[in-house]
């Protein structure tokens, strides 16, 4: 009766070793914020970068680019040779559409080589097609190097000294670069990781040491491991908790201005002026993981003072 009246009287968070004192709340939020604020930039430029890739790879990658030098001589077939070549490509398996582009477009394209009035110049240009390789997967890029064989017999006979050219080559390396780059931020995120659980670790420490005495006493009145570790978790989950929210809140302004950043490489177009807009546009996994992030960071907290309180309680007499 009398242990329930007790208990009746505790207040609801009571702090009986006193760690609002040991552990202060101040350091300890700070630097998990610093943190949270590290790893939030190494997911989304994870995310932008794998993005990015798969936009060029499903765009730039389904292209072919076909040349034909002199369409308006006579192909070896009859008709001109960038006739030809258009029936040719019009009726070639795996490709989409094909478009020849206009002598506007072409000048366009010339102009950083020959000036802004490149269409006016005394010169021959080649008829320039814009092939698109049929978009069912597996692999555009080899689809693409494939197409490049297949037609290379076919242009030469329709008109001879035809050029294909397609973009798999820098593609390999730009899917390389992704992969590169995604393999870096895993490894900040670990690196980031590690710290924050050796910062949790130094803190715990510490408030182990300011409070030295009344946990031996209350150890030796026979308090359990998993209470004197628990409260030590509840408290340090608490600030690691309220850290990653700031350093949510300020990771977020500058996540949102490297979406508006890499904007015009994006798929699709919005008014870049409009934070709803650009909220809008970050994909749903980045939102996903910045989500996660308060919760790795309580988990990581939770547990390195369990294994730190446990471990020095293993070690009194």
Do not use: K, Y
Not at 10 to 18: E, M
């Amino acid at each position: 009766m009398a242990r329930s009246a007790s208990r009746s009287l505790r207040p609801a968070r009571a702090d009986d070793l006193g760690l609002r004192r040991a552990l202060s709340d101040r350091l300890l939020p700070l630097l998990v914020a610093a943190m949270i604020f590290l790893a939030a930039l190494a997911l989304a430029g994870t995310v932008a970068a794998t993005g990015l890739a798969r936009h060029w790879r499903m765009g730039a990658a389904r292209l072919v680019t076909v040349q034909v030098p002199d369409p308006q001589a006579a192909a070896p077939g009859g008709g001109a040779r960038g006739d030809s070549v258009a029936r040719l490509l019009a009726h070639a398996p795996g490709v989409e559409s094909a478009r020849m582009l206009a002598g506007a477009e072409v000048a366009a394209l010339l102009a950083p080589w020959l000036g802004a009035d490149a269409g006016a110049l005394a010169l021959r240009l080649p008829a320039v097609f814009e092939v698109r390789v049929r978009a069912e997967m597996p692999g555009a890029p080899q689809r693409a190097a494939g197409l490049d064989a297949q037609l290379s017999a076919g242009l030469d006979a329709a008109a001879p000294g035809t050029l294909v050219e397609h973009n798999g080559a820098w593609l390999v390396h730009l899917t390389g670069l992704a992969a590169s780059l995604t393999a870096c931020a895993a490894l900040a995120l670990l690196v980031v990781a590690f710290i924050a659980a050796a910062v949790v670790a130094l803190a715990t420490r510490a408030g182990l040491a300011a409070r030295r005495d009344a946990i031996e006493i209350v150890h030796g009145l026979g308090a359990a491991d998993s209470v004197i570790a628990g409260q030590f978790s509840a408290r340090i989950t608490g600030m690691t908790f309220r850290g990653s929210l700031l350093g949510l809140v300020v990771a977020l302004p500058v996540v949102v201005g490297l979406a508006q950043l890499s904007a015009p490489f994006q798929a699709g177009s919005f008014d870049l002026a409009s934070p709803e807009a650009l909220l809008a546009s970050l994909p749903p996994e980045l939102w996903a993981a910045l989500a996660m992030l308060p919760l790795v960071a309580c988990v990581i907290g939770w547990g390195t003072a369990q294994v730190t309180v446990r471990r020095w309680l293993g070690r009194l007499p």
